[in-house]
């Protein structure tokens, strides 16, 4: 069975610009969570999405957005990047939203670096 | 305000014996724990979860630990093997997950032959 994939494995920004990191959750999983590993920091949660909605965002400003279509896979999009925006993106997903037991499995992460 | 602590940045295990990694948490509505392995550049591994009715779950040779009245939660790995070198980080969830997980800021695990 796949496991969550992300892509890209690497992205170059420059500040001010957008970027966009994708994930693909595991087959059948319709929870998607983003995640974010800045130097120094522990995971932050980002997001969650579920059945095509946004359920819950951490203490992030606005300018961290995303979407997850119909296939359950998920766009995560920075706008107006800064240079504390550099960090590992990580994509989770998890079978279904509320299940009390459901654990989240992480993909290998989007390294974004903006200079 | 961290939640989730993990004091020991890293922690040296000599192959064969048990590694002992230390977690504690301040929030009372956490009732789902998790340890993740991570290697570098990969993302984080799912290892072994408790919920907060229990106070021990074991899996081969990973056992965690709950203590709820100190709010404190152990992995233990017996024997330690070279694999096992990794950042190992606890984790910890309310309820359905709505927040998503709190993570700790991870355990360096070094094992040395």
């Known amino acids: 069975e796949a496991g969550v994939t992300q892509s890209p494995t690497h992205l170059i920004k420059t500040r001010g610009q957008q970027a966009t990191l994708r994930c693909s959750p595991i087959?059948?999983?319709?929870?998607v969570y983003w995640y974010q590993q800045a130097l120094g920091l522990g995971l932050q949660f980002l997001l969650w999405?579920?059945?095509?909605?946004?359920?819950n965002r951490g203490n992030f400003p606005p300018r961290f957005s995303g979407r997850q279509f119909p296939n359950y896979s998920s766009e995560l999009n920075v706008n107006a990047l800064e240079l504390e925006d550099s960090a590992l993106y990580l994509c989770?997903?998890?079978?279904?939203?509320?299940?009390?037991?459901?654990?989240?499995?992480f993909g290998p992460g989007t390294r974004l670096t903006v200079l | 305000d961290q939640q989730v602590k993990q004091n020991s940045p890293s922690l040296s295990v000599q192959e064969g014996r048990i590694s002992i990694l230390n977690c504690d948490y301040t929030?009372?509505?956490?009732?789902?724990f998790l340890w993740y392995k991570k290697y570098p550049a990969e993302g984080p591994t799912f290892l072994i979860s408790?919920?907060?009715?229990?106070d021990k779950n074991e899996d081969g040779r990973f056992t965690v630990f709950l203590n709820k009245s100190a709010k404190h939660l152990s992995l233990h790995i017996v024997p330690s093997q070279p694999g096992d070198s990794a950042v190992y980080f606890c984790?910890?969830?309310?309820?359905?997950?709505?927040?998503?997980?709190?993570f700790g800021k991870g355990t360096h695990l070094i094992i040395q032959p």
């Open positions: 087959s059948g999983h319709t929870s």
């Open positions: 984790a910890a969830r309310v309820g359905g997950g709505a927040d998503g997980l709190t």
């Open positions: 989770a997903s998890s079978p279904r939203a509320g299940g009390r037991s459901d654990t989240q499995y």
């Open positions: 999405y579920d059945e095509g909605e946004e359920r």
């Open positions: 929030n009372s509505m956490f009732d789902y």
């Open positions: 408790i919920s907060s009715i229990k």
